[in-house]
């Protein structure tokens, strides 16, 4: 665990990479930041998705993406006006379920990725903006995790996401391949976390 030292030099950190983005971000959380009228606060933005059968380049999230407890907190392939995220760690899990449908009731956090998973490469994009590309052989661990923070494999830099602007979160699978079910026909499932920072405005 992170001592709160440690906790209030990342927080200035990432509030000093908060301003040098400023110019990405819309023109009302400028103004609010240029005002020290925002905060940053612990945040991880996820996305838990059936693959069955998919291949080449997938989305994880699309338009008919909806903010939903347990499976995904992002709606539409945006975050909302004035929250913008800034990011240091990432995480892809896998689980497999029996039906379709169970993405809130999985663990993503003990099964080992099979190889057309950890093959692939998450790639992650705003506006033509690359923000991540990296291959999920380096964000999946081959055994359960000790803690939380474990699980999470670190970027060791600050990347984000604008608000109010969309974003495109990819699987790009091996040529030729896809994600078949299991030989025992179960579904398979994908999460993808991020942890980091929001932006929020402050309560006066």
Same mark, same amino acid.
């Given at each position: ?17 908060l301003?040098?983005?400023a110019v990405?971000l819309?023109s009302?959380?400028?103004?609010l930041?240029?005002?020290?009228e ?17 291949? &080449?380049t ?13 499976? &995904?907190s992002v709606s539409?392939?945006r975050?909302p006006k004035?929250q ?6 990432v995480a892809v899990?896998f ?5 379709d ?8 956090? &003990?099964a ?15 506006n ?8 999920i ?10 803690s939380p ?7 060791e830099s ?6 109010? /602007?969309?974003?495109e979160? /990819? ?7 896809s ?13 993808v976390?991020? /942890? ?9």
């Amino acid at each position: 665990m992170e001592s709160p030292m440690n906790n209030r030099t990342k927080i200035l950190a990432a509030l000093e990479f908060l301003i040098l983005i400023a110019v990405a971000l819309s023109s009302e959380l400028k103004a609010l930041i240029s005002g020290n009228e925002i905060r940053l606060s612990r945040h991880t933005s996820f996305v838990r998705k059936d693959a069955t059968g998919a291949a &080449s380049t997938w989305n994880l999230i699309d338009e008919n993406t909806k903010s939903i407890a347990g499976v &995904s907190s992002v709606s539409e392939r945006r975050f909302p006006k004035n929250q913008a995220l800034i990011f240091d760690k990432v995480a892809v899990g896998f689980a497999e379920g029996d039906a379709d449908g169970k993405e809130g009731a999985l663990d993503y956090t &003990s099964a080992k990725a099979p190889a057309i998973l950890r093959n692939a490469s998450l790639v992650l994009t705003q506006n033509g903006r690359e923000v991540l590309d990296i291959p999920i052989a380096d964000l999946t661990k081959t055994i359960s995790p000790g803690s939380p923070e474990d699980y999470y494999h670190d970027l060791e830099s600050f990347s984000y996401f604008a608000d109010d /602007q969309a974003m495109e979160w /990819q699987i790009k699978f091996p040529n030729g391949e896809s994600f078949a079910p299991s030989a025992a026909g179960k579904f398979n499932y994908v999460e993808v976390r991020l /942890q980091g920072y929001k932006t929020s405005r402050k309560v006066a």
